[in-house]
C-alpha cells in the first residue's frame, strides 16, 4: 500500500491527486460579507428542543455496493448511524438531515502513527542523502504502518477512528432546531478506495441511499433492519425510540464533507434520482469542502450549498460553478476566509486528541494565519476550530430551516446580505445561482 495524504487528495487510478480541471464559470451574482451583524430577520436561533441521541450499528460488512455503469465497487462497509433527534417526536413528524463523513484514518493505532511518521521521515532523509536503497526499506516500513492505520475493520484491540461522531455539534443544533439527524460511517469505504475514482462516489451515494430507506421503512411501518437495534452512546445497552410516523421521508437533507460531498452530491444528481428509496424526497444538499466525484453530473434540481475554506487545499468540487447558469432552484456558494479542510469535523481536528488528528492548513508568513489555496497565494487569518464550527452550524442550520422547514426569514443569510450571530464579520463571501425562469 503506498502512503497518500488523505487530507490533500481525491482518489485516483493508484495515485493521489492534488488538483483538478475547473469547469468554466457561469454568471453568478457576488455579495461581499456584510459589515453589520444580524438584527431580528434571518437569524439562527437556539433551538426549541430538547435533544438526545442513539445509535445502531448492523455490521463492519454489513453493506456491498450494487455494481454501477463503471464497475463493481471492490470493498465492503459498515452499516452504522449516530441519531440525535428532538425529545418530543410525539409534536409531529421532523424532517431527516443525512451527514456523511469523508475519507480519513479509520483505525486509532497510536503506535502505528507514530511509526508511519518516523519511517516517512527517515525515508525523506535517504532520498536528500541518494541513498536509494535505504529510501526503499522505509517505504516498506511505512507502508506497514499506513495499513494498520487504514484498514477495515480495525484490528482486534484497536478502536475505530469513528469520524461519523465529528459532527455531534452540527447533529446537535439541528436537532434542536426540529430535525431527526443521522450521521453515518464510510470507514470501510476509507480503506479501500484507492484506486477505484470511477465507482467510490458511485459507492457513497448507494450507501446514502441503503440508510435512507432503512429510515423510510422504519418511519413508514416501525419495522425492517433498524427495528429494535438502537443503543445509548454511552453504555450501549438497548434504548427504544419510537421513530414510527415521526419522520418526514418526503422532506430529506443531506450533508457531505470532503468526499462524503462529493458522494452526497453524486446522490443528488439529476440522472440519479431514480435511485432514491420509494417515499423518499431530497429537498436539499449541503457540501462542506466537497471533492470532485468522477462524472461530475449535473444537480440542477435540488437546492444546494457548498462551503469552502481559503486555507483549505483540498479544492476539487467546483459543483457551484458547474451547475450555475443551468439551475432551476437556488444554489449558494459560501467562501470562508481562514478555514480549512479538517476543521468541520472534531475527529479530525487537534483539540480532540485522536489519532492523525491535525490542522491541515498550510501556516502562513506570520503565527495565526494560514496561506490561502485561493489562488491569491497570501496570509489568511486562521479560524479557531469553535469559531469554523459556529459558522458551519449557523449557515447549514439556516440552509435547512429555509429548504426543508420552509423559512423565508433564512433568506438574508443564504443571500449574504445579513451573517448569523456568532459569526465575525468580512469571514463569508456569498455566491447565489438565482433560478432559471421557468414557463
Not at 157 to 175: C, H, M, P, V, W
Not at 193 to 217: D, I
Not at 292 to 300: G, I, L, Q
Amino acid at each position: 500500500m503506498r502512503i497518500r495524504d488523505f487530507r490533500r487528495a481525491a482518489i485516483g487510478s493508484g495515485r493521489a491527486r492534488t488538483c483538478f480541471a475547473a469547469a468554466a464559470v457561469a454568471a453568478l451574482l457576488v455579495v461581499p460579507a456584510p459589515a453589520q451583524a444580524a438584527e431580528a430577520s434571518g437569524e439562527v436561533q437556539a433551538g426549541s428542543h430538547r435533544v438526545a441521541s442513539v445509535r445502531y450499528d448492523l455490521g463492519d460488512r454489513a453493506f456491498v455496493p450494487p455494481p454501477v455503469e463503471a464497475g463493481q465497487y471492490e470493498g465492503a462497509n459498515e452499516l452504522a448511524g449516530v441519531v440525535h433527534y428532538p425529545t418530543d417526536l410525539a409534536r409531529g413528524r421532523f424532517p431527516l438531515v443525512v451527514i456523511q463523513h469523508g475519507l480519513w484514518d479509520t483505525c486509532a493505532d497510536r503506535r502505528a502513527s507514530v511509526d508511519l511518521a518516523a519511517a516517512l521521515k527517515a525515508r525523506d532523509a535517504a532520498i536528500a542523502a541518494g541513498d536509494t536503497v535505504e529510501a526503499e526499506r522505509q517505504q516498506k516500513s511505512a507502508d506497514v504502518a499506513a495499513d494498520k492505520l487504514r484498514g477495515w475493520p480495525c484490528a482486534p484491540g484497536t478502536e475505530q477512528i469513528s469520524s461519523k461522531n465529528g459532527y455531534d455539534y452540527l447533529a446537535r443544533d439541528l436537532a434542536a432546531q426540529g430535525f431527526v439527524v443521522v450521521s453515518i460511517g464510510t470507514n470501510g469505504i476509507n480503506a479501500t478506495s484507492f484506486g477505484q475514482a470511477p465507482t467510490v462516489y458511485h459507492a457513497r451515494a448507494a450507501l446514502l441511499n441503503r440508510h435512507l430507506a432503512m429510515w423510510q421503512r422504519l418511519s413508514a411501518t416501525g419495522g425492517g433492519e433498524l427495528a429494535h437495534r438502537f443503543t445509548d452512546p454511552r453504555d450501549g445497552r438497548p434504548r427504544r425510540v419510537d421513530f414510527r410516523g415521526r419522520v418526514d421521508m418526503a422532506n430529506v437533507g443531506t450533508v457531505g464533507h470532503s468526499m462524503g460531498g462529493g458522494g452526497v452530491m453524486q446522490q443528488a444528481a439529476d440522472l440519479r434520482r431514480g435511485d432514491w428509496p420509494a417515499g423518499v424526497t431530497v429537498k436539499g444538499v449541503f457540501g462542506l469542502a466537497p471533492t470532485a466525484n468522477w462524472d461530475n453530473e449535473p444537480v440542477t434540481r435540488v437546492p444546494f450549498a457548498v462551503m469552502w475554506g481559503t486555507c483549505d487545499a483540498v479544492r476539487g468540487g467546483n459543483y457551484f460553478e458547474w451547475n450555475a447558469g443551468r439551475n432551476t432552484v437556488p444554489i449558494h456558494k459560501f467562501t470562508v476566509h481562514g478555514a480549512n479542510h479538517a476543521f468541520f469535523n472534531t475527529q479530525w481536528s487537534p483539540s480532540s486528541g485522536q489519532v492523525s488528528a491535525q490542522d491541515d492548513a498550510t501556516p502562513g508568513s506570520k503565527p495565526g494565519t494560514c496561506l490561502s489555496w485561493d489562488g491569491r497565494d497570501v496570509d489568511e487569518v486562521a479560524l479557531t476550530e469553535p469559531t469554523q464550527r459556529t459558522l458551519t452550524s449557523a449557515y447549514v442550520s439556516a440552509f435547512f430551516r429555509r429548504y426543508l422547514h420552509g423559512e423565508t426569514t433564512f433568506d438574508p443569510i443564504l443571500a449574504g446580505t445579513r451573517r448569523p450571530p456568532g459569526v465575525p464579520a468580512d469571514v463569508v463571501d456569498t455566491r447565489v445561482g438565482p433560478p432559471l425562469p421557468t414557463g
